[in-house]
């Protein structure tokens, strides 16, 4: 990969694709029945689609307790960084909030571009979780003294 390229991770919620840097993945897998699991759905404030059937998901780096589910990955690709759009500015204050902080033009596509370290619903799980492993250990070494 050159340094002028990301390499995103491409998948399809709805009509909608998204590409996450792969650098923040940690590991894909297949779903199981993880009561802390949240899926993307959830994480963009959007409608859960009924229909949706997760088969995937993903471990971010910053945040492994809480993995994100996601549909069947449609590919791994490299992309030169000029072809990023910025979002306009009326848009950019919401979307960052979900983590959007671009556009990538693929044709009569376009693919949303997600940071899920700046997602705010991750943050606050990602808080969630290390207050509870820190309340977990604290009660362990309770229990040890």
């Known amino acids: 990969m050159k340094q002028q390229e ?11 694709r998204y590409g996450i840097d792969i ?8 779903a199981n029945a993880n009561p802390s699991a949240i899926s993307l759905a959830e994480l963009l404030s959007s409608i859960a689609f009924a229909d949706s059937i997760y088969s995937k998901q993903l471990f971010i780096k910053q945040n492994l307790q809480t993995p994100i589910l996601i549909n069947e990955p449609d590919e791994v690709a490299s992309f030169s960084i000029a072809d990023i759009r910025i979002l306009p500015d009326i848009l950019a204050i919401s979307a960052a909030r979900k983590g959007v902080w671009g556009l990538l033009p693929q044709g009569h596509d376009i693919i949303i571009l997600l940071d899920l370290y700046k997602n705010q619903r991750f943050q606050q799980l990602t808080k969630m ?17």
């Open 6 to 16: 990301l390499q995103l991770l491409l998948f399809s919620l709805g009509n909608a």
């Open 23 to 30: 650098e923040q993945i940690a590991a894909l897998t297949a």
């Open 129 to 145: 979780s290390a207050d509870v492993n820190s309340h977990k250990q604290e009660g362990y070494h309770a229990q040890q003294s």
